[in-house]
Nanobody, 123 residues
Framework: QVQLVESGGGLAQPGGSLRLSCAVS????????ISWFRQFPGKDREGVSC????????YYGDSVKGRFTISRDNAKKTVYLQMNSLKPEDTAVYYC????????????????WGQGTQVTVSS
């Protein structure tokens, strides 16, 4: 059974930081690109960050460039999203997702999804 479990969400103040984790099980971790998405109320999911599993190339959505960093620990089968300089507009449910084919910021390219973790940025 494939599982992607996000953790690390919560409440942060503007300008603060959070680190999200995505623990993966039930698939061959090294074969998959694991990426982060977020969803605002009433909106479609949007790509936040992805990392190519083969060469480590990273991609970021324009709104998070320079503030968020994706990383991957193959030994722990976990992908992280370090979020710095958080803004109220980062408030969303954050999801990790796995794709065996390609590392993109397009939700339709992903085969498996976690349940999401809420991030709220507010003073």
């Amino acid at each position: 059974q494939v599982q992607l479990v996000e953790s690390g969400g919560g409440l942060a103040q503007p300008g603060g930081s959070l680190r999200l984790s995505c623990a993966v099980s039930g698939l061959t971790f090294d074969d998959y690109h694991i990426s982060w998405f977020r969803q605002f109320p009433g909106k479609d999911r949007e790509g936040v960050s992805c990392m190519d599993r083969a060469d480590g190339t990273t991609y970021y959505g324009d709104s998070v460039k320079g503030r968020f960093t994706i990383s991957r620990d193959n030994a722990k089968k976990t992908v992280y999203l370090q979020m710095n300089s958080l803004k109220p507009e980062d408030t969303a449910v954050y999801y990790c997702a796995a794709s065996i084919t390609i590392a993109t910021l397009i939700p339709l390219d992903y085969n498996y999804w976690g349940q999401g973790t809420q991030v709220t940025v507010s003073s």
